[in-house]
């Protein structure tokens, strides 16, 4: 008679859905994309309420306004990781959101100060923005470029084009109607809205990854082209909407800034695309892509918010971050790469 286990080895290794079928919860865990930082950030703001609890005279982290503080800043890079999650898992990159986050908004508070109803300015930022998307994926897509270049140069193209535009203005000032403001910046009870929103933008973004045919393209074109193609799924489109897609939520964080600040500059913000990037590699998305997920997203801008404020409560320099961003993206790609070795 034959056996099990001869039966198993003839029908060959278990695939990656039977070994995931198989494994037990803990492991089903670490095999989410967003299983390892959501280890890392339970185990991170445990240890800071151990240490509020503590230390509660050095170590303010329970206090409210800390609190209201983690979340209001949480969305500041967490907005812009969003789009870049996207294109990450489309399989390509983009540098340029900085520079985005910058001119787009920078755009509609000039339009508006001349007089432009204030819609029709906040539809120039989107139009700029989904233009730069557009240009960055027919570059990379039409002649074969890697993301990385096209995007690089246009950091410094769309950089630089502001002051040309409006006379080498380096700031204007945007006041924006209070119904705006309290709508953007206010507060929902004890939640600041910047964090309302970034949770409702996460939540579009979640329904277009994973309940929307385009969204399930992504994820095909970004974890194997040639076959995505060979099933009938139009490659160029898809990436093209992604490109467009990152540009627009770098549009919307810049807007929140600009509202928040009353101000729009054009001084670059340093390292900002490079953060966004960490944020997703700490949330377990792959940066060869068609892995990832939302709420890895939002778990990876929560631990490096988290850490930041470690980072200031403790009284540490602040290059302690950029340390930390560092190792994380190391070893969140190793993670990765163990993971889809194994899985």
Request: glycine share 10%; charged share 10%; aromatic share 10%.
């Amino acid at each position: 008679m034959t056996s099990e286990n001869d039966l198993a080895l003839a029908a060959g290794p278990p695939s990656a859905a039977d070994r995931y079928r198989r494994a037990s919860r803990w492991a089903r865990v670490r095999m989410h994309p967003a299983g390892p930082v959501g280890i890392m950030f339970s185990g991170l703001l445990l240890g800071c309420i151990v240490m509020a609890l503590l230390f509660p005279s050095d170590f303010v982290f329970l206090a409210s306004a800390n609190l209201k503080l983690i979340l209001r800043t949480v969305p500041n890079y967490g907005m812009i990781a969003l789009g870049v999650g996207i294109l990450l898992v489309a399989g390509e990159y983009d540098l340029s959101v900085g520079a985005v986050y910058v001119v787009t908004p920078f755009a509609m508070a000039t339009a508006y100060t001349q007089g432009w109803p204030l819609p029709l300015a906040i539809a120039l930022a989107f139009a700029i923005a989904a233009g730069i998307g557009l240009l960055n994926g027919l570059i990379t897509l039409g002649f074969g470029i890697p993301s990385f270049i096209t995007t690089l140069g246009m950091l410094f193209i769309v950089r630089t084009s502001a002051p040309f535009i409006v006379g080498y203005a380096r700031s204007v000032n945007f006041t924006s109607p209070p119904w705006l403001k309290d709508t953007l910046t206010g507060s929902l009870g004890p939640v600041p809205m910047p964090f309302v929103w970034f949770l409702v933008l996460a939540l579009v973004a979640y329904a277009f990854l994973n309940r929307h045919r385009t969204g399930n393209h992504v994820f095909a074109v970004g974890g194997d082209p040639k076959a995505a193609r060979f099933a009938g799924i139009n490659v160029f489109r898809t990436k093209l909407v992604a490109f467009m897609l990152c540009s627009v939520f770098a549009t919307i964080a810049g807007i929140f800034s600009v509202v928040r600040l009353n101000t729009a500059m054009t001084n670059p913000q340093l390292f900002i695309e490079l953060f966004a990037i960490a944020i997703c590699v700490i949330g377990g998305l792959s940066l060869s892509g068609g892995r990832g997920s939302v709420a890895g997203i939002v778990l990876g801008a929560c631990v490096l918010q988290l850490v930041q404020d470690v980072i200031i409560l403790s009284r540490l320099p602040g290059f302690y971050l950029d340390m930390f961003v560092g190792i994380m993206i190391v070893l969140g790609v190793v993670i990765n790469q163990v993971v889809r070795r194994k899985f």
